[in-house]
């Protein structure tokens, strides 16, 4: 078991913040993990201080950091500069690269139809990420599906709005969800 998969057990909900204003509110929340999923290059490392002086352990989304190409050297950029725990991503490439650095990783797969699912599955099993987000989160029997078939942790994000979101994700086997809803950043 990984380091990565203790911590989604004992913490099944994870802030994803999308802008300064979510940022504020998160550090004075009790959550641990936060997903950062806004910023530039120029704010990316002032963002993941602020979280880790709040205890946070941030994983910074960096296809979605703006001037930064989720590449090696974006990867080493943001080891180097923001320092967090771990990286998201949708490219296998980028999830090996940063393992290499000793990053946690997880891979964010978007299904939306069969051909999507095997397709997650091929670049889970390719990349073996720490943990795999499943987009969208309240898609059930996806998880259910990849649940069989990888042994990575599963975060369920996307759509994931009140407790019964979260109940049914977990339910259907994800160990964790990522939310920007605040509402349910307090249900920890």
Known sequence: MNGLQELLDEVPIIAA???????ERVIQCDLKIVFVLYGSIVEIEDICRKLKAAH?????????????KSDAKGIEFIKKVASPYGIITTKTASI????????????????????????????IHTAS????????????????????DIHA??????????????????SAGALAVST????VWKLN
């Open 153 to 170: 942790p599963i975060i369920a994000g996307g759509l994931i709005n009140n407790k019964k979101d979260v109940m049914e994700a977990l």
């Open 17 to 23: 913040i999308r802008n300064d204003k979510d940022l």
């Open 56 to 68: 946070k352990l941030v994983f910074v989304h960096v296809d979605m950091i703006d001037g930064l």
């Open 180 to 183: 920007s809803a605040e509402e």
């Open 96 to 123: 090996k690269y940063a393992i290499s650095l000793g990053l946690y990783t997880i891979l964010r797969v978007f299904i939306l139809d069969s051909q999507s699912l095997q397709t997650g599955i091929h670049n």
């Open 129 to 148: 990420p720490h943990a795999v987000e499943v987009l969208p989160g309240v898609a059930s029997k996806i998880i259910n599906i990849i649940k069989k």
